[in-house]
């Protein structure tokens, strides 16, 4: 970042970076050199992925302070010193407020204001708003979150850059720009009348950022602007985000968007997840949802609530893949590649009888090695292991660790296959548990 | 039946949403509040107890705006500050906050120290003792956690009202003074009535406030009960600040003895009133200072990272928000250093913090107003005109006692 040598102030073809700061409150005076006002905020149109200038704000007067709103097009030069219309004084009208509803405004939407950086996966408040200046066109390059876009704006920045130089030429301070990129900018300005979020551009990349830092970005922001970005993710994204965020924000949510909105998120949900939270919930929520949901799933959730939750009743998934003796492996291996997953398989396929027993399982290498026309059941495990609806979280975890399963079929009493367990649900008890005793004896993991 | 359901219903959820408005305003009734009204209670008997009913109305219109805004924004009030008044003005409020609450937190440390002394600890011992509580109190804790203490601090405040009875008061007096105060309008009256006024009215309340409110994360249609916390928080502070002011007036102004510290006037409470009595007042000075000074080094360093834009917050590691945890570290050291410094005249520091609050406020009590009143902020919350005027004339009247309460000091 070396353009602090450029004198950004000049006027000259070539393409120079200029600040926000720097601009606010020049002078803006007629094409007869007529002072008009000071310029109070820039408009940009968000076309491409960067946005530019489309319009400012001119301001006037002083307590009793007018506004008005001239296109870009009337720019004839932005020089050091002041910034020339081509229009003339008179034809300038200023009113007492300055609504611009549609459009992004710097000052407003985005200077000192919360936006996500979607690169850093954070929230972050914007100091300064670094300009790509082509001619007299703006384009928004950068926002400045670093200490510098902070003395840069109170007005200190040549003084403490000098005293700072005086002491040490090579200090760290003197190359503290924190500029990120705007593409990399999720603004955060919420629409009035929709209450989502005004600019959502696929490049933002929102959706990039991985589920469990999005929940935690969103719950650095405030209500509003919690649910505002919540509605503009798709709904698979959405149901991952919200197991990702802590049960306060999604009681939150639930009272927000209603119980129609979040059910919808449910169905989206691997069910060992869903009934973690309508687990957590106070009864009379856990029936309004359950009262909503698709009735499949809702006899499925019901079902699975009764079990303990640290019980491998508690802890498994409903969704696995089970099929008939006598299913030939063709057919499976094509029942795989049709069937769409809330969550990646674990890898195994089950063998039930007409009554939904546990016969055997099998495994999906298995499965590929195996002659496609051949009945399943003679290429499965010569011996299947199993834990009961209440074998306990370190029974199951045993097991599985002694016979190396990603997965574990679960059955009850009749032998009746119900679930399984797979093995990120078992390690993040098991973590938990290791935790405690590893706090109890002080000893902290390496970071 | 269902009108029982309801009324339990209700109650549930306010005794769920109760503590913001409470414990701010308890934590008013601090060090420096309990020298102001043992002062004003030993120097003028009963005549200030009028001023309590005042105070109350102003309390409530002023705290009430405060957790509005923060239910309605879901923001502080220093984000709202940085939002819409941009940086500069952002970072001379917080360099201004700064500078109070640090003298405010050694004002807190001073009371510490001084009911160390009174109940017969070393302040060697409790000052630093202290100072690691309310550090780990606060980095160890979490908010839900922290607030249930933070309740218990406010409970213990009936040990003023406890030491009240004890020294047996005239109530018929009493209501007779509240209802016909004979005000002898004097200079040192004023000031002390401007005193009173400033100790329970801060610059940094509202920052809490704010904060914590939007910390709990109140729905919008919670929001009443949230006004019911605030309208608690101000009858309860000024109850406990009305029975200090009445110990003292009952023993101390009726024997003519004059006092310039709390703990003046509880070695002076010792002879006259009973060792009950003087315990339970040193206790009550013990839990106010530590509590509120548990209380500002988290809210100044909070709302400046909040402003600034920096990482705040307890769930972050020290690397991920350094200036968060070093001017929270700091504001607790500095403070608990200088009181244990030999010899320093801790009365003054702790009357000059009042003035530095007289400074500030001003300046927070105009944001707040046009904050409250910004249409694209708070929509349909905004003040209605009544309560504009209300405001309006309770601002005034505080920046006209804050400039009076200056001018006191400095000429």
């Known amino acids: 970042m070396n353009q602090n040598k450029i004198d950004i102030n000049k006027p000259t073809p070539n393409p120079v970076f200029t600040y926000f700061s720097d601009l606010i409150d020049r002078d803006i005076v007629d094409f007869r050199n007529e002072f008009v006002g000071q310029l109070y905020d820039i408009i940009v149109k968000v076309a491409q992925v960067y946005p530019q200038s489309a319009g400012l704000i001119v301001r006037r007067g002083f307590p009793n302070r007018k506004y008005a709103l001239v296109n870009w097009e009337h720019v004839e030069e932005l020089n050091p010193r002041e910034i020339k219309l081509k229009l003339e004084k008179s034809s300038i009208v200023f009113a007492e407020k300055h609504d611009n509803k549609e459009e992004l405004s710097l000052r407003r939407d985005i200077l000192d204001q919360q936006v996500v950086d979607t690169y850093n996966h954070r929230v972050i408040r914007v100091n300064d708003i670094h300009f790509l200046r082509v001619e007299n066109a703006l384009t928004v390059a950068h926002v400045d979150i670093g200490a510098r876009g902070l003395v840069r704006r109170l007005g200190f920045e040549k003084f403490l850059d000098f005293a700072v130089r005086t002491f040490n030429p090579h200090a760290r301070y003197l190359r503290l720009e924190r500029l990120i990129p705007w593409k990399y900018i999720q603004p955060l300005t919420i629409n009035p009348s929709s209450m989502t979020i005004k600019i959502n551009v696929p490049q933002k990349q929102l959706t990039n950022i991985p589920a469990a830092d999005l929940g935690e970005i969103i719950q650095d922001l405030p209500l509003q602007d919690q649910i505002a970005l919540f509605k503009t993710l798709d709904l698979p994204t959405r149901a991952k985000v919200f197991m990702n965020i802590d049960f306060k924000t999604q009681q939150q949510m639930i009272d927000e968007l209603g119980y129609a909105e979040i059910a919808t998120i449910l169905n989206f949900l691997p069910s060992d997840e869903a009934t973690d939270f309508l687990e957590r919930l106070p009864q009379e929520s856990t029936k309004q949802f359950l009262s909503i949901l698709e009735s499949k799933q809702a006899k499925k959730l019901s079902e699975l609530l009764g079990y303990s939750g640290d019980s491998a009743g508690g802890l498994m998934t409903t969704e696995f893949l089970a099929f008939k003796k006598g299913t030939a492996i063709a057919e499976i291996i094509k029942a795989i590649r049709e069937k769409t997953f809330k969550v990646e398989p674990a890898q195994f396929v089950y063998v039930v009888d007409d009554e939904q027993h546990l016969v055997a399982s099998i495994n999906f290498k298995r499965l590929m090695l195996a002659p496609p026309d051949d009945p399943v059941e003679k290429h499965t495990f010569p011996k299947t292991y199993y834990v009961n609806l209440n074998s306990s979280v370190k029974e199951v975890a045993y097991l599985m660790e002694k016979y190396k399963y990603y997965a574990i079929p679960v059955v009850d009493d009749h032998n009746v296959l119900k679930g399984i367990v797979t093995v990120d649900d078992v390690l993040s008890q098991v973590i938990a548990i290791a935790w405690r005793r590893l706090k109890k004896i002080n000893i902290t993991p390496k970071q | ?411």
């Open chain 2, 1 to 411: 039946m269902s009108k029982i359901k309801k009324f339990w219903r209700e109650t549930v959820i306010f005794l769920s949403i109760l503590g913001p408005g409470l414990i701010t305003a308890n934590v008013d009734n601090d060090a420096g509040g309990i020298t102001t009204y043992s002062v004003a209670g030993a120097h003028f008997g009963f005549s200030l107890l009028w001023s309590f009913i005042p105070i109350i109305i102003a309390l409530i219109v002023i705290q009430e705006m405060s957790s509005r805004m923060a239910v309605v924004t879901g923001k502080g009030l220093a984000d709202l500050i940085r939002e819409e008044f941009g940086v500069k003005v952002t970072f001379y409020a917080m360099l201004g906050l700064i500078y109070s609450n640090i003298f405010n937190t050694i004002a807190e440390f001073a009371g510490i120290a001084a009911s160390a002394e009174l109940l017969g600890i070393n302040k060697f011992v409790l000052v630093p003792l202290s100072a690691v509580f309310v550090w780990f109190l606060i980095v160890k804790g979490t908010y839900k956690s922290i607030e249930k203490i933070f309740l218990l601090f406010c409970f213990f405040y009936v040990a003023y009202v406890i030491s009240a009875f004890y020294t047996r008061p005239d109530w018929g007096h009493v209501a007779q003074e509240i209802i016909h105060p004979k005000i002898p309008w004097s200079r040192e009256y004023l000031i002390l009535l401007i005193a009173v006024v400033g100790t329970t009215i801060t610059p940094w309340m509202q920052f809490y406030q704010q904060s914590s409110v939007v910390e709990k994360g109140i729905k919008l249609s919670d929001y009443k009960y949230t006004r019911l916390d605030v309208i608690c928080g101000a009858f309860v502070v000024n109850i406990v600040a009305f029975f200090i002011v009445l110990v003292c007036a009952n023993t101390l102004f009726k024997n003519g003895i004059r006092v310039e510290t709390a703990s003046d006037a509880a070695l002076a409470l010792r002879p006259l009133a009973g060792d009950y009595s003087y315990y339970l007042f040193a206790a009550g000075l013990f839990n106010a200072s530590l509590f509120a000074a548990c209380i500002l080094p988290l809210s100044t360093a909070y709302c400046v990272c909040e402003g600034m834009g920096w990482e705040l917050g307890l769930n972050k590691k020290f690397r991920e928000a350094p200036q968060f945890y070093a001017l929270y570290t700091a504001i607790i050291a500095i403070s608990a250093v200088v009181v244990l410094v030999p010899n320093i005249p801790l009365v003054p520091l702790m009357i000059s913090a009042q003035t530095k609050n007289g400074i500030l406020l001003p300046f927070v009590l105009i944001f707040m107003l046009l904050l409250v009143n910004n249409k694209r902020l708070m929509g349909e919350y905004t003040n209605s005109r009544l309560y504009n005027i209300i405001a309006v004339t309770v601002v005034v009247f505080m920046i006209l006692l804050s400039a009076i309460l200056l001018l006191t000091y400095y000429f």
